[in-house]
């Protein structure tokens, strides 16, 4: 078939079009479904009402329901305090390690960083068993402290990876002008590494604060007391009491995600560059 | 050359002093790290020695928990096919519709970052939060892939989750949906670094667009397609809740991965020794598969 340059065009356009119209459907089908269901009652839902079909009126009593019965909002706040108590501690050690392993005389920097990295790939399974025992003997169970302070330490690798690929990248000149000025090694830390990692630092916020608001596995096995529960155990509760309502499901599942779609919205230019810009590190 | 005052104030200063300065700035990532990672690595293997069911009475029985598992236990040997077939399934399909999705949206077009940002927003949803999403899509009766098809006129049902048949592959699905986001992004970043002269140089030879992505393009992206690799390989080992929020592992274990295995041994059944050897098998496998990746990123910093 020969096809002139301009026809031809022409059609790889078309086709490029219906390749992405078709993507698109499939993924935006699960979230119009999501939201179509939380938005209908019971009584729509068993009448036979299709699932594509809009109800006559929005049950608002499913997020109601969901926020108070389904003590979603209890989960969201205790989320809330295990996310803003892991993420600026973890990023804080993990800035202090990598400023260490770059900018202090270390032996053997390499093999220690490496020693962390390891850290990356193991499966939180290996650890579920042994500090189940011993929050068991020291009573760490069902604490805040003892969920965070495990969240902080499977994030050490991966902050640990990022935050020397970007303080390797700081000048020298930096601190050898501090030095003179007569700060020590902790006030350059905080005055001058710190502030000039902004980017780095902005960017493992929002990668920490999505993995911590959305961890199950750690989360389930440390915390079983309704009270402390976070966001996805609390869910995985929910589904365990109102497992066929659908409609109340969808709406606790809506309402769960709102936070990380906030998040994502306000930071999600710069959280795609930053994604990448780890990639280049 | 005048030495620096950098260098020179650190002759000045006593080795020993030097190395403790950098030791207190390691120190509070290394004890978490210590305690919450390594001290319980080493504790696990110790564990997975012993017959136990996390009460009292712990029994020495040396390798047997791994014996036990590799040559009398059908469920541990279904885990790992799963886990097998999955990390088949992602390097086969996640990566392609992942490529697929990167080069179509690296062209300049109105409403890229949109759809960017629209593909990668179900990879930052819970896991636990797309398996319920997924659990009312597969629903036998009212969900929306049966409705669909009766909509459009087939009396077509499936009931996906219960069949053993298709649980796994409809798991798949799932997971494809909500991360294919993730291997997205790295294809994009690595197209930026695809040279613009060598591709406009082999427009100019006359090369069609197929050989330029295939003979250019792919190999300017050797390292993205290596970190891809390895990623979705790591994730393919660590699936886990998802699996859970699906089916828990079953019907009849049939969607066992290691992961739900180590954990319902442990926590639902009470053989702490023998699921804590699953987590210990899990590391072996992952260490094997992931020390040449380590070694590549620790080189290539």
Redesign the interface.
Known sequence: MILAGKQQKHL?LAL?YL??LV??L?????MI??VL?SIKGKKE?YSGL???ALPEKVAWKNFSEALIRGRLLTYMKNDLIISCLKVPLGIF??A??A???TR????HA?G???F????M???????????N??YNKLNLLNTYFGLF??Y???G?SYG??IL??FF?GIP?EM??AA??EGCS?WQI?IRIILPMAKPAIATLVIVDF?AT??E??LAS?IINDNAKKT??VG??TF?GEHGTD?GL??A??LI??IP??V??LIF??HF?EG??GA??? | MLP???QT??HSMVTKR??W??????L???I??L???V???F??FF?SLFDWN?IRDMKFVGFGNYKTLFTNDPIFIISIKNNLIWIVLTLLLTMT?AL??AV?LN?QFHGR?F????????S??????VS??????Y?PN???IN?LAQ?LGSDFTQTWLSNPKTSLYAIFAANL?AVVGQSM??F???L?TVSVDALEAATIDGAG?VKRFIHITIPYMRE?FI?VFATLI?AG??V??IV??LTAGGPNNSTEM??TY??SQ??RYNN?GM??T???I??LI??FI?VPY??F??KE?
């Open positions: 790889f490029f390749i992405l993507l698109a499939f993924w935006i089908a699960p479904t999501l269901t839902f299709s699932l594509f050690i993990e202090m390690a400023y260490a392993l202090l005389r270390l032996k390499t220690i960083f490496i962390f990295l390891v850290g790939m193991l499966p939180f399974q290996i650890a579920l068993v042994p500090i025992v011993i302070y495990v902080i330490g499977f050490i640990i990876l020397r690929g390797r020298k601190d050898e030095v003179v090694k830390f999505l608001w959305n199950y596995l096995v966001v996805p869910l995985m589904v659908y499901l969808c606790g599942v769960s995600v990380v779609l998040v994502y999600q230019r795609v994604m990448s990639l280049k590190a | 620096s005052p950098y104030l650190e030097r190395d300065g950098a030791i207190g700035f390691l509070p990532a290394l978490v790290y305690s919450v990672i001290i319980p690595v504790y696990s564990i996390g519709v697929m999705l179509i062209k970052t759809f960017r940002g629209f593909f990668y927003f179900p930052v949803i819970a896991p636990i939060a319920i999403i997924w659990r009312w899509i629903e009212f969900g929306f409705q909509t949906w992004i790295l994009l970043a690595g930026q667009a993205t970190i790591i080992m660590k886990f809740d859970m929020g290691l992961s180590m954990y442990s926590f702490v699921g804590t699953v987590a210990c899990m590391v992952m260490l992931i380590i070694s990123t620790a910093q």
